[in-house]
Structures are given as C-alpha cells and as structure tokens.
C-alpha cells in the first residue's frame, strides 16, 4: 500500500454542494466504490452518481487510474443541492434551495437515476418559498430544516410529513445530525447547538449549548460515531468546536483553524480518533487525534487533574485506571499539543464546500468545479 | 460561439410596443436588458404612451466558455493563473522564466487535454447540430494550441544562443503529423517505393528535419545499393546536428561543420551525381537550400509557415528569431494564388515579425471569448515582452485591460463568477471597482451564497459591501418576520442602526403581546449586546424578567433600578418599566430601600412632567388606564417609602 497521499482532480463543469459515499453494504466488508454529488448555483442543477473504479485498478496496479471517478448517472435537479444523504443502498434525498425535498431511485439494473417522490414547499416564508438548509437521515427518517426556522420530520415511506415543529429556531439553522434513533442535533447561524427529541410533545430543544462570546454562526455538525455525546462543529470564523453534550453550555475545546467557515466536519466512521474538515478557504484539513491519548494518559496518573477522570485522584495505582470504566476520549483531553493536523489540498484555490470519507478514500466537492479524490495513507 | 466581428448574430424581438424604438441598458458583461422607447431629444419630451403592456426584455448572449467541456478549462487554467500570480511575487531572474515557461507548457497541454475530451465527445454524439459545434470548438481550440506554442517558442522560451529553428521544427513535427503518419504506414508495407506517397514522404520528412526516417525509407527502396542512392543516404546521415549545439558545442563550430556539409551536397549536385532519379535530385536540392526547389514542393510544406521553418532549416539554420520575417513575402508568394491569407496566417505572420501588440489584437478578435488572449498576455507580460513605450497607455493596462475583460465574461456567467473574483484580484488598476461593481449585482438566492459573497468582501476589506450584503439578508429577514434571524445578519456587519431599529420591534412586540419572541436568541446574546444601546436594554431587560421569574426579587429591582437611571431605556419605555416595579413593591418582603423609592419616584416625576408638557403642546397624553396604573405605583412608592424607612431605621437600631 502506498504511503504517501495521492490526489486527483476531476472537472465536472458544475460547482459541487454536496458529496457523499453510498454506504457499504452491511453483508460484505468490502468498501464501497460509488458516490453520489449534488450541485448548485448553476442554471440546471445535477445530482449525478460516480463509481471510483479503486478495487479493480489497485489488483492491477493502477494507482492513476484508480482515482479517477467515473459518471454512472445523472438526474436533474431543482435549485441548488443543500443537503444529499443516502435512505437505503440505492435512493437518494436531497433538499433543495427551493425549499422542496426529493428522493431518487437509482435504477441499478438501466444504471438511471429518477426522481421517486417530491415533497414541495415543506419550507416557506408565508407565500413565497424559502431554502432549506440542511438534512439528516436515519434509517428511513428525514429532518429537514430551513431558512423560515421550521423543521420538518419525513418519512420515506409517507407522503405527509410525520411532524413540523414551526418555530425551532428563530435563527437560521444551518446543520443537522441524528444523535440517537429518535434524537437529532442542530447548529444554527448564532452559534448555538441545539438538541431535539423527536418524540416530545413540546417543540422546545431539549438542550441548548452555545458557543460564548462574540456571536459567530456555526455551519456544521457532526458526531463521534462510537460516542456520540462528543460532536464536533465547524463555524463562520473557521473554528473547529468540540463539545460534550453531557456538560451543559458550551463547548469542550474551540480550535483555530480555516480561515473562512467550515462548510463540513466528518468523522472517520470507523477510526473515529480522526476528523476531517472543509472550508471556504479551500483547504481540506485531516485531524488526527490519535497520540492524544498516549503519553498523556501517564500524565493523567500522575497529576490526576484529567478532565473525564470525573476530578478522582489516581495518584497511587496505575492499574486502577486501566480498570476505570472510562477512559478519556482523545477528543476531549484538554491537551490537544499531541494533535496532529494536516492539510491535504495545499494547490486548491477555491472554497470546498463537502467531504466525504470511506475507509481511506477521501471525497472534496469543490467551487472550481470539480471533484477531488484523495488516497490517504492507513491511518492508525 | 466565436462571433468573428463579421458574422453578426440577430435576434428578433417581435413586439409592437417597439414600434417606436428600442433602448438598451448594459447588464454584467454578456447581458443587455431592452425596452421600448426612443431616446428623448429635449429633456421635457416624453414618451409616447403606447399603452400596452411594455415589457423590460433581458438578452444574453452564450460565449462558448459556458459550454461544459471549455468550462473545464477555464477551472483548470485558473489554477494555473493564480499559481502564477504566486511566483510572480516569490521569484525572479531565471527561477521565475523557468516558472513562466512551465505555466505556458501547463496552459498547453489543458488545451490539448481539452481537445482530446471534443474529440471524444465527436466521436460519441449523434446529434449532427451538436457535432457541429463541437467541431467548430476543436477547431478554434486547434488553432489557439497552434498558436500558442508558436509565440510559446519565440516570445517566451528563447532558446540557447538565440537558435530558434531546432524548437520550430519540433513545433512542426508536432502540428504537421501527415509526414509522420505516412511514414508509419508506408514502413508497413513490403514495397514501399510502389506506393505513390513514397516520394513525397521522403520530401515531407526532409523538409521537417526528420532526417533518419527519411534515411529508413530510402534503405527500403529496391535500388538503395545503386551509387546515387548511397550518397544521399551518406550525405543525409552527415548533416550536423543543431541539438548538438545544445550539448556544449559552440554556434561557430556548427556553422564550420554544415557549411562544409552543404559544399559537399552542392558539389554532388553539380557533378550530376543525381541526374538519373529526378527525385534525389529535389532531395539534394532541399539540402543544398536552393530557392527554387522549395516552390517545386510546396505541397508537401504546405502551408507558408510550413516552408517558411523548412527554408530557414537549409538555408540558414542558426537564423535568429528576429530575422525570420525576412522569408515571409517569399513563402506567401509561393501560395498566394492557391489560398487567400486568413486569420490563422496573419496571427502567425504577426508573431513571426516579432509583432506581440499585433497578435494579441488579432487574437482577440479571433477567439472572441477572452480566455487566449488574457493568458497569453498575461505571459507575455511576465516575461517583460510587453514594453511599457510602446504604448501610451502602458502594457500593464493592455494586460489588466484583456483581463478585465475575461472577467467580465466569467462574472456574467451563473456559476463562474467565482473565478471571475480571482482573476480581478490580480488586476492593480481597476480590478477592485470592478469587483466592488460586480459583487452588488449578484443575486443573493440562499444565506449560503450570501456567506460566500461576504466572505469574498470580508477577504478584501471592502466593509461597505459587507455591510450591503449584511443589510440585503437582514431586510429580507424583517420582510419574512424573521426578526431572529435578522438580528444576526446586523450584529455580523455590526449595523448599530438596524440592531437599534431591531431592538424596538422586539420591545414592540413585548409591550403589545406582553411576550417575547426569539428568546433562544436574546438570552445567549452574550457580549454581542453591547453593540447598541438599545440591544444592551433589551437584554438587560430580558434578565430582569427572567431573574423575577425565578424569584431573585432583590436582584431584579436592582436591575430594574440600574435600567432607569442608566437612561438605557427609551422615554416611552419607562412607564413599562415603572409599572413592572408595582409587583415588587406589593410584595410582603422589602425589595427597594429608602434610596431607591425616592429615585423611583423621580423617575415617575419626570416622566408625568414631560407627559403634561407634551400634552399641552400637543394634545397627547396618558389614557385613562395608564393613568389609573399611574396612581396606583404613586400609591405603592409612597406606601414602600416609610416601610423601608421603618425597616432602616430598625436596622440601624440593631
């Protein structure tokens, strides 16, 4: 396997909004080799699915070749893509500027791609439509939320929405993520994150954190695959927050980083110690947690003033720690010295507004109209 | 598509309203907005009524950058740009040549790269319209690659000790592939010299310098052991080499070694050694450089540019890039009554006179998108090629000027715009009003696009954009009632005005339904408060009631205190605030002292002054309500008074 990062670049003569994996089959371990973009700010917006040949071309050989996506389909879309997610291996959601979601079937068999179902108009200022901003899916639910402040609960298999919540926000909700089966995150352009069950009656958020000091908008949200009371998101002034929504009010840790908002913050799905970010800068960041925890643990044993250690003294027995319940997560520790970041597309120039990874393939939709692939050496 | 200034384009607007003329108005770059009417002569003359329904009619018109394979392109070569644009700051001397050659060569092969994807694509397509225009594209594309390199070589690269003709032929070989692909099939066949190309490959192979397959060739024919034969073959094998100068020997020694080469082909010449096969004969000519000859095989140099390289090859093969003019007239003479001289030629003709300017003007009417002419230019110009004397107006203007125009066209587009920025950055003169212009038409469809629009103002301190941009967002949210969300789109920009103008709806809002909206905003305003005073107000006031909600009495009269004689709150404000004061007073426990009655009653003093005052003067005052309220708080001050007095002096008893 090659260690060194290999990158490729791949003109679609439309500016990409969204980018994202299929998901890999549950039956087989292998990855998968299809993706699926959605465009925006262009007269007819496409939503267009690729295939990655990397599995076939890495037998024989072929690194250049193998990062080279090629178009399988190919649907229209209405208004620019603001959020694109997979419900199921072969359909597709995605929201619109036009304040309407659509979900597509991709017809595996012709190797077409049709529109299923629309829900028109789930986001409106009165009479006149407004965008929606964001969605997230979870199994077969779809939370949508929009510039009018409303969020709107799908599901794919109805046509009537299951529940709107009219005014979840009086700012603009920017982000959405599911933290549980019924629980679902948002980040709004105040810098607040919020959290709402889907179940409760009423429509306030069942928790608020915000982010103190100067008002500064946040634009993404994602959250740690294995723990998901730890998420991460990226704001208007280019910071990384990382929050533990166990401790009320604001965030664990805020890292400097973009230099313009970051449009997306990515877990690694199965290395969750890495974190991936894209900004308007044009800058791809990779952040690897992973020597946090190392030598710091000692240090925890030593001086015990470790922040997860819940404030107990482990001064005596080592061993005791090893035995605690919970270890720190890395994301947390409050001595983020050991992270280490890199920056994976130092020749791009404009903003990257998605990304996307699977097991070592990272996916860039980028303003400059393109598609960046990038091969990312194993990661610890 | 490539609207040469000739070819006019119509388009018909078919509506009578027009009848009595047309008038136009500019839009961003390939954009015209019509409607009818005449231009009044006289200041007071108006327009004819017509009427009817007049209608403001938008007309665009498609360069083919904005079709999807040159859009490619342009994403490339911005890349290529602005890395430029990078080093041209970094480094200079000869780094920075080898830097400029390099963007050049990068230039070159996204047009090929390009090329190869229209070919592709003529191959795939079945509509015949569509076929058409992508051949019209390769076809312009052909030429500007041609192009390209050609000034690629003479203006840019300048090879060792000024020795041109070497890369020219390299130039040829590539763009004049015939010969090579001749070649290739002939060495195929088992009896080449059968074949009726056989000769006239031989000469196109001599005649681009391709000088050891020509030698192959000749070894196949059935005669190749016969004494003529021999010595050409022999004399082809021992012409020197330019490369070599390249390698170290000097232009002199090459000079000695081929004018010794060429005596010895004339001397063959002449002694007839040739006189039984014609075609060794044109052959040795070509060698010996004879003038003649060059007209006997012009197919096979066709076009004049073509024999132009290959007459410089034997005539005078270390001729310097600046002298090659002197072969012009004669090699367009040879063809000038085949072919008429077209726009092709005459570039080329300009750049083999050295004549930059010309190029780039004819250029410019040739490839009427832009994109050629602002990144040769902009090339030409970072090698120094482009002398400010030489024109009045200075060569950087000629090169802001042709990339302004670029822009102009990638801002009109949908999607482009956003390279357009890039490229206006980097014009020093007029590159920032031009963006500044640009920016306040784009449209702001989504809060996502305006965050990228602002981030560009932001990027290049232009506040007063930002702060339009801010203002546009913010109105729009006023409209829609989303005062939330507007308040966020202020306190971005840090618009005092509207945040004010905000916090009054809020507290507008408040007095009318007794309830706040947008709390989850209000209550984590946080330092953004202090922006405004009346946002200040607004927040401070929010925590009174929040902190009498949760029953910190005492606190909350403080506040409530503070808020008054801070005078944070609007005059008309204050009888809410007095009349949220009545609770506090009427409850068992003593929340405001002796101090703070009195300053209460001052306040309430003042208040009903100004009140009677206005009244007088304008028949405005309290309702009877308010005023009942009114006596009702002079009731509760002045009862809380002697308790708190009470309870002070009891106080200081103890």
């Known amino acids: ?380 | 598509m490539a609207e040469r200034e000739r070819d006019i384009q119509t388009c018909c607007i078919s509506d009578t309203s027009c009848q009595f003329g047309l008038q136009s108005v500019w839009g961003t770059g390939n954009q015209l907005f019509l409607f009818p009417g005449k231009n009044p002569l006289l200041s007071n003359e108006r327009r004819p009524a017509t009427g009817k329904n007049e209608q403001i009619r938008e007309v665009q018109w498609d360069i083919d950058l904005h079709h999807p394979v040159l859009r490619k392109m342009v994403n490339d070569s911005h890349n290529i740009f602005v890395n430029l644009q990078r080093q041209a700051t970094q480094l200079t001397g000869a780094a920075f040549h080898t830097q400029i050659l390099n963007s050049s060569r990068h230039y070159r092969a996204t047009q090929k790269a390009y090329l190869k994807d229209l070919d592709d694509m003529i191959g795939s397509t079945r509509d015949e319209e569509q076929r058409q225009q992508y051949m019209e594209h390769l076809k312009l594309l052909n030429i500007s690659e041609l192009i390209w390199s050609l000034c690629e070589i003479l203006f840019i690269e300048s090879p060792v000790g000024g020795l041109v003709v070497p890369k020219l032929l390299d130039w040829l070989k590539l763009h004049f592939i015939t010969a090579g692909r001749l070649f290739d099939d002939l060495m195929k066949e088992e009896q080449p010299e059968s074949k009726t190309t056989y000769w006239d490959t031989i000469f196109r192979l001599v005649l681009q310098g391709q000088i050891e397959k020509a030698c192959r060739l000749l070894s196949l024919h059935s005669a190749r052991q016969t004494d003529d034969f021999q010595t050409l073959i022999n004399l082809l094998k021992r012409m020197p080499q330019l490369s070599n100068v390249y390698k170290g020997s000097s232009v002199a020694e090459f000079d000695m070694k081929w004018r010794h080469w060429r005596d010895e082909c004339q001397r063959n010449y002449e002694e007839q050694k040739f006189s039984i096969n014609p075609n060794l004969e044109t052959v040795v000519r070509i060698l010996c450089g004879e003038d003649a000859v060059f007209s006997e095989v012009k197919d096979c140099c066709d076009p004049w540019y073509h024999m132009l390289i290959s007459k410089a090859l034997y005539q005078d093969p270390t001729v310097k890039a600046c002298d090659l003019h002197y072969y012009i007239q004669g090699c367009q003479d040879a063809y000038r009554s085949t072919t008429r001289l077209g726009e092709l030629d005459s570039i080329l003709l300009s750049a083999l006179e050295s004549d930059v300017y010309q190029v780039i003007k004819d250029s410019r009417t040739v490839f009427s998108n832009g994109w050629f002419v602002a990144h040769l230019t902009d090339l030409l110009h970072h090698c120094g090629q482009l002398d400010s004397h030489r024109l009045q107006f200075g060569s950087d203007l000629q090169r802001e000027f042709l990339l302004l125009e670029y822009a102009g066209s990638l801002m009109s587009h949908h999607s482009l715009w956003i390279v357009g920025v890039s490229y206006l950055d980097h014009c020093a003169e007029f590159g920032r009003k031009y963006l500044e212009l640009y920016l306040d038409h784009i449209p702001l469809d989504s809060e996502k696009k305006a965050n990228k629009i602002l981030k560009i103002c932001e990027d290049r301190n232009m506040t007063e954009q930002a702060k339009s941009i801010c203002k546009v967002m913010g109105m729009r949210c006023i409209r829609n009632k989303r005062l939330g969300a507007a308040l966020t789109w202020f306190l971005r920009s840090k618009d005092v005005g509207f945040a004010t103008v905000l916090a009054e709806k809020y507290l507008l809002e408040y007095s009318e339904s007794g309830e706040f909206t947008n709390l989850d905003l209000i209550d984590y305003l946080g330092p953004s408060m202090l922006l405004s005073n009346r946002l200040t107000f607004l927040g401070k006031y929010r925590e009174f009631h929040k902190l009498y909600s949760e029953g910190e009495y005492h606190a909350a009269g403080d506040l409530l205190l503070a808020l008054l004689q801070a005078r944070l709150a609007p005059k008309q404000f204050w009888i809410t605030l007095l009349i949220d004061a009545l609770p506090l007073l009427e409850k068992t426990e003593l929340i405001f002292s002796s101090q703070q009655t009195r300053e209460l009653m001052k306040c309430l003093e003042e208040l009903t002054t100004e009140y009677k005052l206005g009244k007088k003067r304008d028949g405005l005052g309290f309702t009877e309500a308010r005023k009942d309220q009114l006596d009702v708080l002079k009731l509760a001050l002045s009862r809380n008074l002697p308790k708190a007095i009470l309870q002070e002096g009891t106080v200081n008893l103890l």
């Open chain 1, 1 to 380: 396997m090659a260690d060194s990062i290999q990158s490729f670049v791949k003109f679609v003569s439309r500016k990409i909004s969204k980018i994202k994996w299929q998901p890999s089959q549950k039956q087989t371990l292998e990855c998968s080799d299809t993706f699926v973009t959605g465009s925006w700010d262009d007269e007819k917006n496409k939503i267009c699915l690729w295939h990655l040949g990397m599995q076939e071309s890495m037998e024989r050989d072929e690194m250049d070749d193998a990062l080279e996506p090629a178009l399988k389909c190919e649907a229209d879309h209405n208004g620019d893509v603001t959020g694109l997610e997979y419900v199921g291996s072969d359909v597709i959601v995605a929201s619109s500027s036009t304040g309407s979601v659509s979900l597509y079937k991709h017809h595996t068999s012709s190797q077409t791609m049709g529109i299923q179902y629309k829900w028109q108009c789930l986001h409106s200022h009165g009479n006149h439509l407004c965008p929606c901003t964001c969605l997230a899916v979870r199994d077969k639910t779809i939370v949508t939320a929009g510039e009018d402040g409303k969020m709107v609960v799908l599901s794919a298999e109805q046509k009537s929405p299951q529940r709107i919540i009219e005014n979840a926000d009086s700012s603009t909700i920017n982000g959405l993520v599911f933290l549980r089966l019924t629980e679902v995150i948002s980040v709004n352009s105040s810098g607040q994150l919020k959290t709402y069950d889907l179940r409760s009656s009423s429509d306030a958020p069942a928790q608020t954190l915000s982010v103190s000091g100067e008002l500064t908008s946040l634009h993404s949200v994602d959250r740690h695959p294995g723990q998901p009371h730890i998420v991460a998101t990226g704001s208007g002034d280019g910071v990384l927050g990382i929050w533990d929504l166990r401790q009320e009010k604001s965030p664990v840790s805020l890292l400097e980083a973009h230099n313009g908002p970051v449009w997306e913050v990515k877990f690694h799905k199965t290395n969750s110690d890495h974190l991936f970010t894209c900004s308007e800068d044009g800058a791809v960041w990779h952040w690897d947690s992973s020597l946090v925890g190392a030598s710091h643990m000692v240090q925890t044993q030593i001086t015990g003033t470790g922040a997860g250690s819940g404030g107990a003294n482990f001064s005596v027995n080592p061993s005791f720690q090893f035995g605690g319940s919970e270890t720190l997560n890395k994301w947390l520790s409050p001595d983020n010295s050991k992270m280490e970041i890199n920056s994976l597309i130092d020749d791009n120039i404009l903003p990257v507004n998605s990304v996307d990874i699977e097991s070592q393939t990272l996916l860039c939709g980028t303003d400059s109209e393109s598609i960046i692939t990038i091969r990312l050496p194993s990661m610890r």
